[in-house]
């Protein structure tokens, strides 16, 4: 890909952002940011790349630390939005709420 | 040049993994598909971690003499140990981050997310770095000499990243209570701030000329120390701003690596995190009637809240009351609407508020919940408390949508919220805070405030006249233990 392919992608992407973004209810604002931090772990991606190619140490390294942080954001930030989202609860009927 | 392209399979892959992530964000809209949001993003990254161990699997050179001659056949040639330390790499992490997520308490939230921004901030320097100490790798070098196109994406997301990083952890830290919430203010920040700012981008492009190992390193180490600096002088309060932008950074950055990779899935994450971070703090900066600039001049809150405190308002009259008077106050309603602010977190009062809501349900009271949008410490702090005390997320409503309901209301009971309810911000000029949106609270026909005293005040540090007012009854208590007093009289 060239750099004008790749920066297509990026800008449509950035609208693509704006338009979903807006579109999310203010009620969601915090699993919204706790979602946005497991998908930016995506990172992770690079990260493999450098911890598995062979030849120079130090980037094998580097990209082994990156791959335990990015995880920990990876599980963390899904495992805390899913555990955040079952929070959110509809009003029961008043027939199951006699039943508590 | 720019690296073998990637094989069909893999950029198709990538691809798909990021509309996974795009959906994850538009299974938000409401909290009915959040969940199945959620899945779609866990998809995704599934998606672009198998396929970037499969591609990129680590490989022995053929001709390693670690090998014997019996092993050289065609299964071999994987580098199991490297793929060994891999896994372990993700175990450590998932165990970490699952075992975190699972213990955190929901009040901690916005601590939380400053430190996994932190983690997406440094996991991007230390891919740009072994970016930078092995280009060949990543496909980016020719003879040792790296593009210098990748080289400003490389640095740009070193910077970012760097940046993300140390204003996270200072986010952090003041969010956990590690540091005071008060802005602390060096002398010339701004001009101080603006010259390593210049230097980074300085630094930057002179990168592309001349790829030293100091020129990098310098520029990493100059982002470090200016995230630390940006985020110091901020007051606790103006933290939804930060943690929103800091949000947006770890986007951008991630997308600066993407370039440097030629990575859809990392471009799109990047741009999707990016916009998100900034339209939030777009939001919060307007729910604050406040610049993004002067938020992140920083300083507000601090000299403010002197010249609040020397205004001699204190001794004006008011109301108190106790927990039967307010017992009694919302059992007669008809209507009672709850505004809850970051005062709720501290005490950790939101259980019992729903217990006292429910009480007032059973006698037949409507129960409301209204948010101010920059209640708390982060955008939908409140949301979420009020969802992990089992408050139906249909019972709580956002400033807009409530605010005329105050008129036709009998009890607007504010519990930790101060400043969002001022009406000094509709009618006085001088206000430091004036021309903010604020609840109306002062229109129902009574108010119960809630406040540990009457000294102290809000953030803005001025003096709320809704405490003076004719329809206003003070209870001054621990947020907590008045709510959980009045539970007690309505029970």
Known sequence: MDFITILSIFVLACFVGYYVVWSVTPALHTPLMAVTNAISSVIIVGALIAAAAAGVPGAKWLGLTGVVLASINIFGGFAVTARMLAMYKKKPSSAQREHR | ?491
């Open chain 2, 1 to 491: 040049m720019h690296g073998a392209a990637l094989p069909s399979w893999v950029a198709l892959a990538y691809l798909i993994a990021g509309v996974c992530f795009i959906l994850a964000l538009r299974g938000l809209s409401s909290p009915v598909s959040s969940q199945r949001g959620n899945r779609f993003g866990i998809a995704g990254m599934a998606i672009a971690l198998v396929t970037t161990l499969v591609h990129y699997a680590p490989r022995l050179a053929i001709d390693d003499d670690f090998l014997g001659s019996e092993a050289r056949d065609v299964g071999s040639t994987f580098d199991w140990l490297t793929l060994g330390e891999i896994a372990a790499a993700i175990a450590i992490g998932a165990v970490i981050g699952l075992v975190t997520a699972r213990r955190i308490a929901m009040t901690a939230m916005p601590q939380l997310v400053a430190a996994f921004h932190s983690l997406v901030g440094l996991a991007a320097v230390l891919v740009a770095a072994a970016a930078y100490l092995n280009p060949e790798a990543f496909g980016i070098a020719a003879g040792g000499v790296i593009n210098p196109v990748s080289r400003v994406e490389m640095g740009l997301g070193a910077a970012i990243g760097a940046i993300t990083f140390s204003g996270s952890v200072i986010a952090f830290l003041k969010l956990n209570g590690n540091m005071s919430g008060k802005p602390i203010l060096l002398p010339g920040r701004h001009v101080i701030n603006l010259g390593v700012l210049a230097l980074i981008v300085g630094l930057v492009a002179y990168f592309t000329q001349d790829q030293s190992p100091w020129v990098f390193w310098s520029a990493v180490a100059l982002s470090f120390a200016i995230g630390f600096l940006l985020i110091v002088p901020i007051g606790g309060a103006d933290m939804p701003v930060v943690v929103s932008m800091l949000n947006s950074y770890s986007g951008w950055a991630a997308a600066a690596m993407g370039f440097t990779l030629q990575n859809s899935a990392m471009i799109i994450t990047g741009a999707l995190v990016g916009s998100s971070g900034a339209i939030l703090s777009y939001i919060m900066c307007r729910a604050m009637n406040r610049s993004f600039i002067s938020v992140i001049a920083g300083g507000f809150g601090g000299d403010a809240a002197a010249a609040g405190g020397a205004g001699g308002a204190i001794d004006r009259p008011y109301k108190r009351g106790s927990a039967e008077d307010a017992a009694f106050l919302m059992k007669q309603a008809e209507q009672v609407i709850i505004v809850p602010g970051y005062g709720m977190a501290v005490a950790q009062a939101q259980h019992a508020l729903r217990e006292m809501g429910d009480l007032l349900k059973k006698e037949g009271v409507s129960v409301k919940y209204a948010i101010h949008p920059v209640a708390g410490r982060m955008p939908g702090h409140m949301n979420v408390l009020l969802a992990e005390a089992n408050v139906p997320y249909d019972e709580v409503f956002e400033l807009e949508d409530i605010n005329s309901e105050f008129a036709r209301t009998d009890v607007a009971f504010v519990i930790g919220a101060n400043d969002v309810t001022n009406p000094a911000a509709k009618t006085d000029r001088s206000s430091p805070i004036y021309g903010m949106p604020v609840l109306d609270v002062e229109k129902a026909k009574t108010v119960l405030f809630i406040k540990r005293s009457m000294g102290g005040v809000g953030y803005a540090g001025v003096d709320n006249e809704l405490f003076y007012r004719d329809n206003t009854m003070m209870l001054l208590a621990d947020a907590k233990k008045m709510v959980e007093d009045i539970v007690k009289s309505l029970g």
